[in-house]
C-alpha cells in the first residue's frame, strides 16, 4: 500500500487506511467524516479514481471515472453477472492502466433490484473493498435510474419541474418505487424506496412523471392520474450514475467500509415466499384432516 499515489508524497495518508482496514467489527461504529482532517483535499477533487458497478438490473454494467466523466461497459444483457462482472473489471482497469490499488473508491447500485445480481455485486465490492482498504459508496438504485432524467436527449420538455416516480417491477403485482421532487437539474428524495402497489401510488401522486420497468403494468392508471411515462431508455440503471453520485457522497464524507456493504432487500426472495405459502397450505390440510378439526 506505500506505493499508492495519494496527493503529495509527504502527505501521510496510508496509515490511515491501515487503521480502517484493521478496524473490528465490534469496534466503534466508523464515521468517514471523523478522517477527514486527515485526509488530502485534492483527493475527493480532481483525479479521484472511481470504480462503479451496477448489477441490479438484467443489463448490468460497471464504469470507470477518472476524472468527472465516467466510461461505462455493459454486461452481456443475458443475467450472467457472475461470470462476465470480474473479467470486465479486469479488462476495464488493465486498458487504464491501472492496478486494482490504484482506486480511490468504489461505489455500487446498492438496490433494490435482483437478489442474485445485488449478491454477485455486494461480495465483488467487498471483496475489492476489504483486499484494498478501500472506501465504499452505496446508492440506492432507484435514485441511480431517477437521474437519467437530467442525462435525457432530448431534454424531457416541460418535464423539468414536478413530483418523478421511479417504479421498478419486483413481481407479484408489486413494484420497487420512490419519489422525487425535480427542479431543474436537482432532485430531491421526497418518498424513500419501499415496496408498493404502483397503481395506488400514482393515486397518491397524480400528475407525476414516471419511469422504470413496472410502468408497463399500470398503463390505465397513468391515464387515469395524468401520469407522463419518460422514455424506455431511461428506464436502465447505468453504472455511469453511479460514479458521479458515488463521487458526491464521498465529497460529502458518506461513504463506508467495506465491511458495512449490505444489499437494500425490500422483500423476500420469491423462493422463500413460495415455501412458506406451500408450508402454511399443508399444515392447513392436515389441521383439516385431524379428529379435533
Known sequence: MTDRPRGAAST????????IADRRVDDAPYDPRSLAPLLPRSRYTDGM???????????????LMCDRTPTVHWLSGQR???????PLIET????ASLRPRDLDLLAWSAGPGSFTGLRVGATV????GEALACPVASISTLDVIAHNVLDASPPLEGRDHGPLIVMQDALGGQAYAAVYERAGDTLTLVRPAALVDPASLLVEVPGAAVLGTAVPRCGQACAEHAAVVLPEETWIASAGWVAR?????????????????LPQYL???????VYDQKRAEAIARRQARSPGA
Open 245 to 261: 453520485l458515488g463521487r458526491r457522497m464521498a465529497e460529502a464524507g458518506q461513504t463506508t467500509p467495506a465491511s458495512a456493504v
Open 49 to 63: 479514481k472511481i470504480l462503479a458497478i451496477e448489477s441490479a438490473g438484467r443489463e448490468g454494467s460497471v464504469a
Open 125 to 128: 465490492v467487498r471483496t475489492l
Open 80 to 86: 450472467r453477472h457472475t461470470a462476465e462482472l470480474l
Open 92 to 95: 476495464i482497469l488493465g486498458e
Open 267 to 273: 422483500r423476500r426472495p420469491s423462493c422463500e415466499e
Open 12 to 19: 501521510p495518508v496510508t496509515p490511515v487506511f491501515v487503521v
